[in-house]
């Protein structure tokens, strides 16, 4: 993210989003006063509940600082827990137990469980949700990673090329879905053959939400009712917005993202 950008404040309801700071810094601030900046490695989970203010802004300390490059996914909140309190919690990177099944291979749990390593309490912040970070570093390294059966699956590919069983090797910056049949219970990825540029990917998984999903720009809620609420919510400061009234982010310079198009003032 270079300089002169970022997410100023902003609000959100229905979800959680979770960030890995993959290289540079980031700045978060949000109006229940958690505020701070994430370092490489480190991970932030903020869930929306019934609604939060926040804002997200790269950090570009001294002249040889490089952009902030992350990972940033949205979790859609079960339908009762939609309008829970909001909730920030963040992760060292010293704190994300590692698994390492075999030579060259390290997969970062940053929820959920790998070959016997468990972080239970984060896949509790993310209503079940694993993502597992897995790097392969030596030339013909494989893994089988297990993952429940009927369970919805993909795997961003972050650097390298990555071989998912028999298939095409596929490039950086491409996802791979996964099929999610109930009598699969797995995937096995390799670096692929004669490449020897080290791997890295995510794989998110979790058990399918059975529930519709509509959104109203930052909200994100089952159905087309309450996304109006949330917008009219917001504008009247009430039902989990009553802090925005007279908040601004110290890191936001003063800016706040607008959604002129869909109402939100």
Same mark, same amino acid.
């Given at each position: #993210?270079?300089?002169?950008?970022?997410?100023?404040?902003?609000?959100?309801?229905?979800?959680?989003?979770?960030?890995?700071?993959?290289?540079?810094?980031?700045?978060?601030?949000?109006?229940?006063?958690?505020?701070?900046?994430?370092?490489?490695?480190?991970?932030?989970?903020?869930?929306?509940?019934?609604?939060? #203010?926040?804002?997200? #802004?790269?950090?570009?300390?001294?002249?040889? +600082?490089?952009?902030?490059?992350?990972?940033?996914?949205?979790?859609?909140?079960? +339908?009762?827990?939609?309008?829970?309190?909001?909730?920030?919690?963040?992760?060292?990177?010293?704190?994300?137990?590692?698994?390492?099944?075999?030579?060259?291979?390290?997969?970062?749990?940053?929820?959920?469980?790998?070959?016997?390593?468990?972080?239970?309490?984060?896949?509790?912040?993310?209503?079940?949700?694993?993502?597992? =970070?897995?790097?392969?570093?030596?030339?013909?390294?494989?893994?089988?990673?297990?993952?429940?059966?009927?369970?919805?699956?993909?795997?961003?590919?972050?650097?390298?090329?990555?071989?998912?069983?028999?298939?095409?090797?596929?490039?950086?910056?491409?996802?791979?879905?996964?099929?999610?049949?109930?009598?699969?219970?797995?995937?096995?990825?390799?670096?692929?053959?004669?490449?020897?540029?080290?791997?890295?990917?995510?794989?998110?998984?979790?058990?399918?939400? =059975?529930?519709?999903?509509?959104?109203?720009?930052?909200?994100? #809620?089952?159905?087309?009712?309450? +996304?109006?609420?949330?917008?009219?919510?917001?504008?009247?400061?009430?039902?989990?917005?009553?802090?925005?009234?007279?908040?601004?982010?110290?890191?936001?310079?003063?800016?706040?993202?607008?959604?002129?198009?869909?109402?939100?003032?």
């Amino acid at each position: #993210m270079p300089r002169e950008t970022g997410f100023p404040d902003h609000p959100h309801r229905g979800l959680t989003t979770v960030t890995n700071i993959l290289q540079g810094q980031w700045a978060h601030e949000d109006f229940l006063g958690n505020c701070g900046t994430l370092q490489p490695g480190e991970v932030q989970w903020m869930s929306a509940g019934r609604g939060i #203010m926040h804002c997200e #802004m790269p950090v570009h300390d001294g002249p040889n +600082a490089v952009d902030p490059v992350a990972l940033q996914l949205w979790v859609d909140l079960p +339908a009762e827990k939609k309008m829970v309190p909001p909730s920030y919690q963040g992760l060292k990177k010293e704190e994300i137990p590692v698994a390492r099944p075999s030579e060259g291979v390290e997969i970062g749990v940053i929820s959920g469980e790998s070959h016997g390593v468990v972080n239970e309490k984060r896949e509790v912040a993310l209503g079940g949700t694993w993502w597992l =970070d897995i790097k392969l570093s030596k030339p013909g390294a494989k893994v089988w990673q297990p993952i429940p059966a009927g369970w919805t699956a993909f795997i961003y590919i972050v650097e390298g090329n990555l071989q998912v069983h028999e298939g095409a090797p596929i490039d950086e910056q491409n996802t791979a879905i996964l099929t999610k049949n109930s009598e699969e219970n797995g995937v096995l990825l390799r670096l692929p053959s004669g490449d020897s540029r080290p791997t890295r990917a995510a794989l998110f998984a979790g058990p399918p939400l =059975d529930q519709a999903v509509y959104t109203r720009g930052p909200f994100v #809620m089952t159905n087309k009712k309450d +996304a109006y609420a949330a917008v009219d919510d917001f504008n009247a400061r009430r039902n989990g917005f009553e802090n925005v009234e007279g908040w601004r982010s110290s890191i936001g310079k003063g800016m706040r993202i607008r959604f002129p198009e869909i109402g939100i003032k």
